[in-house]
């Protein structure tokens, strides 16, 4: 009777468990990628991977968790391509709340099969601007602008969105909220979290290539892929606050290096920080003008070191600093407050850094020289020949021929050097 339990047992242990995979793998999966940085290279590469992977896994809908200030038009043409193409529905939610979908990460919405926006968000100011962050003027702006609303009027026409609005926001720059978008059929959804997105698409049918699909996600198993470590790097490196960063590290240990040759380390932690700046520079649409503004600025702070201007070059060059700050995210790409918190706080540590390095050459200068003939004028020494007026003194170790300009002076008397006259040194009584 007992093995015959231990078999009943056995038995149900086992059809269970494989009963319990089968339900389990029969469950639909949701896969979702996290992009919170302006739509660049390392970017792209990333909503790219991740959405091959989803297709190779068979997943059900990939769910893009937007928050971006825009960015580069080369990169938003890629992932849009790979979104259009792909086997797999995407849905792009524009989340956490206080997230953005702006400029390029307008058009990467208006390109997925479905658009939901978290609690306090915001879509559109979808405007095109040069690489240089500056307007496109004549014929050629007229060109980009009805390429891209041409470009996003496609897509909100294929999947039933507002196609007057998707035109205002190219042209005129316009953007909603959350609770506008969904009255305007800019959005789709509403959701406060993912699981309430799961929930509210369940049972939607939309369009993929071709054919017709009804999401599953209600119950689904969710499965995220991150990003690899060197993608998670360079996007970092692109957001404008860690580029002014770097450019002001970069700046500074070039400029010590300058002032202390042979120091090498500064040399090449401010090489290695500019290169990795002029790289996020190089995949963000940014203003030249404010980067050769912030070039001149430092120029202007290492003359500060060689000729004292009283200051007025530091101040000339901190000005110069600010407005190329400031140019170079005039390029459709919103900051946010942190990023001129960061200029605040680097043109203090910059006049900082510039004053405390100017009073330490102007101390050093006023310095007498400690070596060679120069350095004798305040000297003491010993009288080893009687003065009246010339003789001989012993300074520093050193038999030194001198004239006494306090009247005779015995031996074994201190004297002080007042002054030098070729070899003949000038004393006083001490």
């Known amino acids: 009777m007992k093995k015959l339990l231990f078999l009943v047992f056995v038995a149900v242990f086992f059809f269970g468990s494989r009963f319990s995979q089968a339900a389990s793998s029969a469950q639909p999966l949701v896969v979702t990628l996290k992009l919170e940085a302006p739509i660049v290279a390392p ?4 909503l790219i991977r991740g959405i091959q992977e989803a297709e190779k896994q068979n997943a059900e809908l990939v769910v893009i968790q937007l928050n971006t200030p825009g960015g580069s038009g080369d990169a938003m043409l890629k992932i849009i391509a790979a979104i259009d193409n792909a086997t797999v529905p995407v ?49 050629e702006r007229a060109k980009v602008t009805n390429t891209f609303v041409a470009t996003a009027k496609t897509h909100a026409k294929r999947f039933g969105r507002n196609v007057d609005w998707v035109e205002k926001a190219v042209r005129q720059s316009v953007s909603v909220t959350e609770d506008e978008a969904l009255k305007l059929q800019v959005a789709d959804f509403v959701a406060n979290n993912l699981q309430d997105l799961l929930n509210k698409i369940d049972s939607q049918t939309v369009k993929v290539g071709d054919h017709e699909i009804m999401l599953h996600t209600k119950n689904a198993v969710v499965h995220e892929i991150p990003m690899t470590k060197s993608e998670h790097f360079l996007v970092t490196i692109t957001h404008p606050e860690i580029v002014l960063i770097l450019f002001m590290l970069g700046s ?35 203003n030249y003008a404010g980067v050769f503004l912030m070039i001149f600025a430092f120029s202007m702070f290492l003359l500060e070191l060689k000729v004292h201007s009283h200051g007025m070059l530091t101040i000339g060059g901190v000005i110069a600093f600010v407005f190329g700050s400031l140019l170079l995210v005039q390029s459709g790409i919103q900051v946010s407050q942190t990023y001129y918190e960061v200029i605040a706080v680097t043109v203090i540590s910059i006049l900082i850094f510039v004053f405390v390095v100017v009073a330490k050459i102007l101390e050093a200068r006023r310095q007498r020289p400690v070596i060679g003939r120069e ?32 009247g005779p002076i015995t031996v074994g008397e201190k004297v002080k050097v007042v002054g030098i006259e070729d070899t003949l040194l000038v004393v006083a009584r001490f």
Request: charged residues 10%; glycine residues 14%.
């Open 43 to 46: 970017a792209a590469s990333y």
């Open 91 to 139: 849905c792009v939610y524009v989340s956490p709340r206080g997230a953005m979908a702006a400029s390029a990460g307008m058009y990467i919405a208006e390109s997925a099969q479905v658009i939901a926006m978290a609690p306090q968000t915001t879509i559109g100011a979808a405007h095109p601007v040069s690489g240089g962050g500056a307007n496109i003027q004549g014929d």
């Open 252 to 286: 500074y240990g070039l400029l010590y290096e300058l002032i202390s040759p042979g120091t090498i380390f500064p040399g090449i932690v401010g090489a290695i920080s500019l290169l990795l700046a002029f790289y996020a520079m190089g995949t963000l649409p940014v």
């Open 375 to 406: 350095s004798l004028p305040g000297s003491h020494g010993v009288v080893k020949e009687a003065l009246s007026p010339e003789g001989y003194v012993m300074v520093d170790g050193v038999l030194w021929r001198a004239e006494s300009k306090s």
